[in-house]
């Protein structure tokens, strides 16, 4: 069972000013007949369990600020055996692993390098991917996300992404990026 919260939940819930969330909505989505599950109310199947591939590329945290080919064939590993297992959803960001991280390599650019060869070898291969647009004070507006969420799938590789989310929702709750995601 997934379970989708909407922006407005966490930003409700960190809220510093006294305007109120106008809709909290939380869905939980029922199991398909393929094993697979209903993302929240909408129609996407995704697995029921997704990898995260924040430390794919992002050394700050994970890799004490080296990244090197024994790290990048063990982040390629478990993208194999993850899909050869039957998981095929993948959630990444913009922000992970980005030049800002002491030159790591993107987590978006390393799962798109790694869906292109594995479709390569496996043209069958169906994989979901989520990735968040990251509401920094700077980046106001609609055409921020577009811009973003172009970015984004230009690292991928990918034409479109199955899911896009906010990241970080608390820190824009003034700036109504929830609205702009509408567009995307």
Known sequence: MALQISSGFFA???TFSPRRVQ???AVASTETEEGMAKLGGSELKVTKLGIGAWSWGDNSYWNNFEWD?????????????SIDCGITLFDTA?????RL?????????????FIKERKERDPG???AVATKFAALPWRLGRQSVIT???DSLGRLGLSSVDLYQLHWSVLCWPFNYHHSLKFC
């Open 101 to 113: 991280s002491f030159g790591a390599i993107n987590s978006e650019t390393l799962l798109g390098r």
């Open 148 to 150: 973003a969420l172009k």
């Open 125 to 127: 291969v169906e994989v």
């Open 23 to 25: 809709r909290i909505r």
């Open 69 to 81: 080919d024994r790290k990048m064939k063990a982040a390629k590993a478990a993208f194999d055996t």
């Open 94 to 98: 913009e922000v992970y692993g980005s």
């Open 12 to 14: 409700a819930a960190a």
